[in-house]
């Protein structure tokens, strides 16, 4: 038997945009195990629920992560909507199932990218990004902000997307659609691409279902899984399938964000098309009381919220949840006997946000 | 170590950011807003950084990362503390795990307010990091102060603390 030894891994790495640390134990080049310690990023988020009142929250949430805050801040509010009982207008839930879309697209491209970087495919990195700058540019015309956009707040949103800006936003995205068309080939059938991801870091359908993996990851595995068939915001008005891949891979996860992407474009689509008319936000009065629990389908994963309020204008208790901290038990399988070269790609398939999962 | 001119190398580290300046940081570096223009580039190793990034304020568990980090970078170094946490806390100042902004640790030359920063403010920091990173380079009192050894620097003191 080969010698073991230990290779930390992190916290500041070249692949690694946030801080992750593994212990590798490595048995001449293959992982035997792998021993993850998180709490570089911790913060402490939800115990401002102390200091800032519910509606004030709303911002700090969002600020859990600046890839999917969109849907953090959307979370929040619809787990205290539920709590007052609060119905949000048509035009509101429209809105914010655009946006939400639109977080989406923009986290995917950016995982593209990331995972072209981890393999070495510098151009594609760039090309990546390059499609994410527009749907970043969208974001700013319609709410001012890159990557927080704070338009979120309870019983609805605080901006309107005029008749114009819609059509803008629809032909934008075909046209990113169209050249993501042309970049997915290279990610789907380029020879060297797929030799880095085909067989590598296989999860199974019972492995996963065991694991308690969210998301792409767990759908790349099979399991038929989405938060978004429960039908919140205008879900339950727009006709899309869960999309899977049986390849349990590397290039399942791949394929499984690519037409994600696309899913993703066509409900915005639909979203744009069905817009209705009316207001955007209800007015909301008094204090919240009693507790919540919500379910959301972010582009990581499946999310959940948690609200407990007791009458006051500050809440009792704020609970997230997140996709990145399901899927580390189902990372560390995937690392076990996989090459150390291949330790990097690994962990970027899982797409991991560590800010979200620490808080 | 005179007339450095440019290309300096650039060193990015999340502290406990919520990922937002770190996304606008890479975004940066590439095609449409392209820093790299500039001379600089990209690298994840501190031991070839002249310039450190650092996004997100100060935990218990990151301080002695960003310290070690910072030490391990040859001098001249310039440090720019990039997004509103990374500048004072920002919005979890008051959270019981941030101990503060970069400031805390390591000494730092250029703040980039914004949450997140823009990328065109990044790039302004970036900048005036590439000309402060010459003046100290070609700065012959900081130059020296580079190479004096421990004893020499205990000289000083002591000379200081006679006067």
């Known amino acids: ?359 | 170590m005179g007339n450095v001119k440019r290309s300096p190398w650039l060193l990015h580290y999340d502290g406990s950011s919520c990922n937002g300046c770190d996304i606008e940081v890479l975004a940066c570096l590439t095609p449409v807003y392209d820093a790299e223009r500039f001379g600089i580039i990209n690298t994840g190793d501190p031991m070839q950084a002249d310039i450190f990034l650092i996004t997100g304020g100060i935990n218990k568990a990151n301080q002695e990362v960003v310290r070690q980090l910072y030490n391990q970078m040859p001098r001249p170094k310039v440090v720019v503390a990039v997004g509103v946490c990374a500048c004072t806390g920002g919005v979890f100042k008051e959270c019981y795990n941030i101990i503060g902004g970069a400031d805390t640790t390591i000494p730092v030359d250029i703040y980039v307010p914004g949450c997140a920063a823009r990328p065109q403010a990044i790039i302004d920091g970036i900048v005036k990091a590439i000309a402060l990173w010459q003046e100290k380079a070609n700065n012959p009192e900081y130059v020296h102060a580079m190479y004096e050894s421990q004893e020499e620097k205990e000289e000083k003191a002591e000379k200081e603390e006679n006067k």
């Open chain 1, 1 to 359: 038997m080969a010698k073991q030894s230990i290779i930390p891994f992190g916290p500041q790495h070249p692949v690694l945009p946030e801080p992750i640390h593994l212990d590798l134990v490595l048995e001449d080049e293959k992982v035997v195990e792998a021993i993850p310690s998180i709490g570089f990023v911790h913060r402490g988020l939800e115990s401002l629920v102390d200091k800032k009142d519910f509606n004030e929250m709303t911002y700090v949430i969002e600020r859990t992560c600046g890839i999917c805050s969109f849907m953090h801040g959307m979370g929040y509010c619809e787990s205290i909507e539920k709590i007052m009982q609060v119905e949000v207008p048509d035009r509101g839930r429209y809105l914010r199932t655009i946006w939400a879309e639109m977080s989406r697209v923009h986290s995917h491209l950016l995982w593209l990218g990331l995972l072209a970087d981890a393999f070495g495919f510098e151009s594609l990195f760039y090309q990546c990004w390059r499609m994410r700058e527009k749907v970043l540019d969208l974001f700013e015309m319609t709410t001012g902000g890159r990557c927080i956009f704070s338009v979120n707040k309870v019983g609805g949103v605080l901006k309107d997307i005029d008749d114009i800006m819609l059509q803008t936003i629809k032909v934008t995205l075909e046209d990113l659609a169209a050249e993501l068309r042309i970049v997915s080939k290279t990610f789907m059938k380029d020879y060297t691409v797929e030799s880095r991801l085909r067989g590598v870091g296989i999860l199974t359908k019972e492995q996963a279902h065991n694991l308690g993996a969210a998301g792409p990851f767990a759908r790349a595995s099979g399991i038929k899984m989405d938060m978004r068939t429960t039908g919140y915001a205008a879900y339950g008005d727009l006709d899309f399938d869960i999309i899977t891949s049986d390849e349990c891979d590397s290039y399942g996860r791949c394929e499984v964000r690519i037409h994600e992407i696309f899913q993703a474009i066509d409900l915005i689509g639909q979203c744009i098309d069905k817009m209705p008319k009316g207001d955007i936000a209800t007015i909301v009065k008094g204090n919240p009381n009693g507790e919540a629990f919500v379910r959301m389908e972010q582009p990581r994963g499946e999310a959940v919220y948690f609200s407990k309020a007791n009458g006051s204008k500050f809440l009792e208790r704020m609970r997230v949840r997140t996709p990145t901290f399901a899927n580390i038990p189902g990372l560390l399988e995937t690392l076990k006997g996989a090459d150390f070269a291949d330790v990097p790609l690994l962990i970027l398939t899982i797409d991991p946000c560590i800010s979200c999962t620490e808080r």
